[in-house]
């Protein structure tokens, strides 16, 4: 088992923390359309196993 682990991370001094946590002021961007997107929802996740059934299934007749 491997005990050995690696930090991918550089350590950060409190003077960059402190400028990486500023609070900047927000802007919002008018005329721009917001798009619903369509949600993932059970029955699609039933549909794409309903799918892969099949296709399977006819795999194996070939």
Same mark, same amino acid.
């Given at each position: 088992?491997?005990?050995?682990?690696?930090?991918? =991370? /550089?350590?950060?001094? !409190?003077?960059?923390?402190?400028?990486?946590?500023?609070?900047? /002021?927000?802007?919002?961007? =008018?005329?721009?359309?917001?798009?619903?997107?369509?949600? =993932?929802?059970?029955?699609?996740?039933?549909?794409?196993?309903?799918? !892969?059934?099949?296709?399977?299934?006819?795999?194996?007749?070939?």
């Amino acid at each position: 088992m491997n005990t050995t682990t690696t930090n991918l =991370f /550089k350590a950060i001094s !409190k003077t960059e923390t402190k400028e990486l946590t500023i609070i900047v /002021k927000e802007t919002l961007a =008018f005329g721009v359309a917001q798009t619903q997107g369509k949600h =993932f929802t059970a029955a699609d996740l039933w549909n794409i196993q309903r799918q !892969k059934r099949s296709i399977l299934q006819r795999k194996h007749y070939a």
